[in-house]
């Protein structure tokens, strides 16, 4: 459903359309676009957003999938305050924010989840393992690692949760920017997007 802010019914807002926090992350458009992808999300779908930071996922599939529930998870005050600015300017009315620290915020969390997208995270491997518990059968976690040790994590809890489907993906994205009177093309920080999906046991 499109907003007055973001008046289309395709993904990828500018990044510059959010408000934001100084040292708060988020998630560029071209990477944006690649987890929304890899989300594969449903009119009906129960996402959560583990990691939210600028909120800037969570907004995207409210305005994608507006009969979604949509659950971002932040466990900074400051930084839920944000998401919730960040709906309101643009008009998403289906993101709920959670304060919490993950895993632990996770238990007994409602309702339990179809989609799950991990944006960074300390604690990698606890949090999937807690996720993992609660995704509902052929549900799909997309995760992102921005360095080789966060990458390992990932792939080893998929391996150890028996995950099925599972992608991996690097970004390499360069955008035109002008710099003085010259234009050139910067990288944006290149990071390695992984998905899987846990069995349904109807179908093993």
């Known amino acids: 459903m499109p907003s007055q802010l973001w008046p289309y019914l395709t993904p990828g807002i500018p990044d510059e359309l959010f408000e934001r926090l100084p040292g708060i992350p988020l998630s560029k458009r ?23 930071g600028t909120g800037t996922i969570a907004i995207e599939a409210g305005l994608l999938c507006p009969n979604a529930h949509i659950i971002a998870i932040e466990r900074d005050e400051e930084v839920a305050n944000l998401i919730r600015r960040n709906c309101e300017l643009f ?15 996770l238990y007994n969390l409602k309702p339990t989840p179809h989609r799950v997208c991990i944006e960074g995270g300390r604690h990698m491997q606890d949090i999937l393992q807690a996720v993992w518990r609660y995704l509902l059968p052929s549900g799909r976690v997309v995760a992102t690692a921005a360095n080789l040790e966060s990458l390992y994590a990932i792939s080893q809890s998929f391996a150890h949760l028996k995950a099925t489907n599972i992608e991996v993906v690097q970004s390499a994205v360069n955008r035109l920017e002008t710099r003085g009177s010259s234009q050139t093309f910067t990288a944006v920080n290149p990071i390695f997007i992984l998905s899987g999906e846990k069995l349904d046991k109807s179908e093993g």
Do not use: F, M
């Open 30 to 52: 071209e990477i944006r676009l690649l987890l929304l992808a890899q989300l594969r999300l449903s009119s009906d779908t129960v996402l959560w957003d583990i990691g939210a």
């Open 91 to 105: 008009g998403v009315k289906n993101v709920e924010v959670i304060e919490g620290s993950a895993p632990e915020c």
